[in-house]
């Protein structure tokens, strides 16, 4: 066998443990620029056994039928303002429902209210994220949209109905039509946990069509982000790390290397009384897929898929993100917008926009990896699927805690890794996508 043969069969085998070690050993050689560990002479750098280059068996597209407008209402109900509270991710979510509903109950939508949540301390509304006049060109023929209402409605504020708390299937049709009937002006706030899959093709039609292809940001928006976009280098992965304090303590899951730090900001969060597993009850829950993956946890499976480790990577995530040297040791090629964007910029804007600048560059990367699979990267997941884009994949915290549970580490965590995201990636399983919206094609 040639060596470079030899090389390509036993590269992961040597280089694992070392890329591995690699937090380790650079806290022993702490100097003051990180030690080469990992460069290896040019000439015996390959290819790498890579997770795109997988051939696929399936691969998701938006459904055909949504795609042309449905039937009309046969009679106008009323009118209802959509009111959606939370960051950015939620918002949207909660949109969509509603758009949902609007149709299924032959309603005329208003533009929604983006209430904030005091967490994000600001004031953008639907129109300071996205892009009015689209939606409602996008939307006609599913759901009717105006920015007015007629005056002898107008004055008066809408009647609240709020589903939010709503638990399990409830009709909408049963338990919100008889308001709207009587106040002819409500605003809804959707219930968090409905079931959309048993509503009448029209109501599905207009939830696919407006959440899917309707919402876009608007130009000042868009522009900042556009200008983001074109800073990073190229091509580029995105990587939505989540391993923030309210995150891991609302987790409940125990971590035994963190730094003081991190676990005191994680103790500020725990204040309001949620405790850290433990026991039987932490390892249960650890193997359910619910503990989010640390950053050098985030890196060992990134590595074990192939990325290379000087990878553009843009890291879509807020500011406060533990323990990111974990991360950062070994892939160092990172950007992210407060490292691109001029300062001043970058102190003025809302967190929605902020979050609005990591949706956009998310949306069109190379490629596109979620350490968890929230309110963003359901979204992420979906447009990018729209656009075609299928280098997306959501990483398994099943699995990982699943092998290392049973005692597996360093190269054969590695190959296990690989197996299990190499499925679910050819299985388009890696991102999975809403219900009705999207279909299956087998490849
Ligand atoms: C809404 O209109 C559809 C026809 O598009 C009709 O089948 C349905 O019964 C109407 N629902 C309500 C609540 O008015
Ligand atoms: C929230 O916004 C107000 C007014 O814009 C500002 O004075 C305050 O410092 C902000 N608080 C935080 C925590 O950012
Ligand atoms: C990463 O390293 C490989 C091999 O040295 C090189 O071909 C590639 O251009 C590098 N990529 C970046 C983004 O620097
Ligand atoms: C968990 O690990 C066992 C072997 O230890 C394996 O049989 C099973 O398929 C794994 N489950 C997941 C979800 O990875």
Request: hydrophobic residues 40%.
């Amino acid at each position: 066998m040639s060596a470079a043969g030899w090389w390509a069969q036993h590269r992961l085998r040597v280089l694992l443990p070392v890329l591995f070690m690699a937090p380790a050993l650079f806290f022993l050689f702490s100097a003051p620029s990180p030690p080469p560990l990992f460069t290896l002479p040019a000439s015996r750098e390959l290819p790498p056994r890579l997770i795109w280059a997988q051939r696929r068996l399936v691969e998701w597209r938006p459904c055909r039928w949504w795609r042309k407008a449905m039937p009309a209402p046969s009679r106008r109900n009323g009118y209802i303002r959509i009111d959606c509270f939370g960051g950015l991710n939620q918002l949207r979510r909660d949109l969509c429902d509603g758009i949902g509903v609007a149709r299924l109950l032959n309603a005329t939508m208003v533009l929604p209210k983006f209430e904030v949540a005091a967490y994000w301390n600001e004031s953008s509304g639907f129109a300071d994220v996205f892009d009015v006049d689209y939606f409602i060109e996008q939307t006609r023929g599913y759901v009717e949209v105006v920015k007015d209402m007629p005056a002898e409605i107008a004055y008066k504020e809408p009647f609240k109905v709020d589903c939010s708390k709503r638990k399990g299937h409830f009709d909408y049709v049963e338990s919100v039509l008889p308001a709207l009937l009587e106040h002819q002006y409500i605003s809804l706030t959707p219930s968090m946990n409905q079931r959309r899959d048993r509503n009448p093709p029209y109501a599905k039609a207009s939830y696919c069509q407006g959440c899917y292809n309707a919402l876009r940001l608007n130009r000042n928006v868009e522009s900042k982000a556009i200008e983001l976009f074109q800073a990073i280098p190229k091509p580029f992965l995105s990587l939505h790390l989540r391993f923030e304090p309210d995150m891991v303590a609302y987790s409940r899951c125990a971590y035994s290397s963190l730094s003081s730090k991190s676990l005191e900001s994680i103790e500020a969060v725990h204040g309001d009384g949620r405790k850290v597993l433990t026991g039987d009850a932490a390892r249960l829950w650890r193997n359910r897929g619910k503990c989010p993956l640390t950053p050098s946890e985030t890196a060992f499976i990134l590595q074990a898929l192939g990325i290379p480790t000087n990878t553009s990577i843009y890291l879509a995530a807020g500011d406060g993100l533990m323990e990111l040297e974990g991360f950062t040791s070994i892939y160092q090629n990172i950007h992210t917008k407060s490292s691109l964007l001029a300062h001043e910029d970058f102190e003025r804007m809302h967190g929605n926009t902020k979050a609005a600048l990591d949706y956009y560059v998310s949306v069109n990367s190379d490629a596109y990896i979620a350490t968890f699979f929230g309110n963003m990267d359901k979204m992420v997941t979906a447009m990018r699927t729209m656009q075609g884009l299928q280098k997306t994949l959501v990483l398994s915290r099943r699995a990982f805690a699943n092998y290392t549970a049973a005692g597996l580490a360093g190269e054969q965590l590695a190959e296990a890794m690989w197996d299990a995201h190499r499925e679910e990636y050819i299985r388009g399983r890696g991102s999975a996508l809403p219900e009705h919206c999207f279909c299956e094609f087998k490849l």
